[in-house]
C-alpha cells in the first residue's frame, strides 16, 4: 500500500484579473483553508491566515482598520482594498498532493499549476506580478519561470536585491506580429512565519535592527512592501 496523499485544492478562484494592474502571487494557502476548518481569526479569503502576515502588512502601511475573523465583514474588507487600489491576487498553484499535512512549498507533489502566462496575454492592464517569495525551489517565482520556459520566454535581472526584480517582455499575441509588453516582477520577502529566518540573516535587516533594536521581521516587510503596494 503507497501513501495516502492529502490532496490539497486551491479554494479561491483568482479574484480581479481584469481590473487589477499588480496581482499578488502565490502558492496555496494552508491545508485547512481547503478542508473549510479555519481558526477563529482566520479570514476565508486568500491570504486569510492567522499566521500569514500579509494582511498585517497591509493593514499597517494603508491604515485599513482589518478585522482578523472569520467574518463576511472581514473578507469584505479586502475585497474593497483590492478593488480601490486595483490589485488582484492570482496564486500559481492549483493543486497539489501531500504526504504531510502542511502549508510547506517543498512538500508539494503532483503541482498542478494555473496557466499564468495565459492570464497575463488575456489581462493587458497587468503591468507587475508581485510574488509573496523568492525563486527558491516550489515558490510562486520558481513555478512561473518554468511555466515561461515552456513558452521560450524568461526573466531578465533589473535588480538583484532583495526584493529581486525581474521583467518579462511578454509577447501580446502568440501569432505573427511581433509586439511586446513588459511586466515587471518583484519577489517580495515572503509574508510568512517560516521565511523570518530568511529576514533575520540579511545585511540590511541587521543593519535596521542594530540601529533601533525594535525593529522587527514584521517591520522590515513593511517598509518593503510599501514600496511596491
Not at 90 to 101: F, G, H, P, T, Y
Not at 135 to 163: A, M, T
Request: net charge positive.
Amino acid at each position: 500500500m503507497g501513501v495516502k496523499l492529502f490532496k490539497h485544492i486551491h479554494p479561491y478562484e483568482p479574484f480581479l484579473l481584469s481590473e487589477a494592474t499588480k496581482l499578488i502571487v502565490g502558492t496555496l494557502p494552508p491545508p485547512r483553508f481547503t478542508t473549510g476548518e479555519l481558526k477563529p481569526q482566520d479570514v476565508d479569503f486568500c491570504y486569510g491566515s492567522s499566521n500569514g502576515m500579509l494582511w498585517p502588512i497591509l493593514d499597517r502601511i494603508f491604515d485599513l482598520g482589518l478585522k482578523f475573523e472569520t467574518t463576511n465583514e472581514a473578507v469584505e474588507q479586502r475585497k474593497r482594498f483590492l478593488i480601490e487600489n486595483k490589485i488582484g491576487v492570482c496564486d500559481i498553484v492549483q493543486s497539489a498532493e501531500r504526504e504531510k499535512i502542511d502549508a510547506s512549498d517543498l512538500g508539494m507533489q503532483n503541482v498542478v499549476l494555473r496557466d499564468l502566462v495565459g492570464y497575463l496575454q488575456k489581462y493587458p492592464n497587468i503591468q507587475t506580478l508581485l510574488f509573496t517569495g523568492g525563486n527558491s525551489k516550489n515558490g510562486p517565482e520558481y513555478f512561473f519561470r518554468r511555466q515561461l520556459k515552456r513558452h521560450g520566454l524568461k526573466l531578465e535581472v533589473v535588480s538583484n536585491e532583495v526584493p529581486r526584480i525581474h521583467q518579462l517582455e511578454l509577447p501580446v499575441a502568440l501569432s505573427g506580429v511581433e509586439e511586446f509588453r513588459t511586466i515587471k516582477t518583484v519577489s517580495l520577502t515572503a509574508p510568512s512565519g517560516a521565511a523570518n529566518r530568511a529576514v533575520g540573516s540579511l545585511q540590511a535587516y541587521k543593519d535596521l535592527k542594530s540601529k533601533n533594536p525594535e525593529f522587527n521581521t514584521l517591520d522590515y516587510r513593511v517598509m518593503q512592501y510599501r514600496e511596491f503596494f
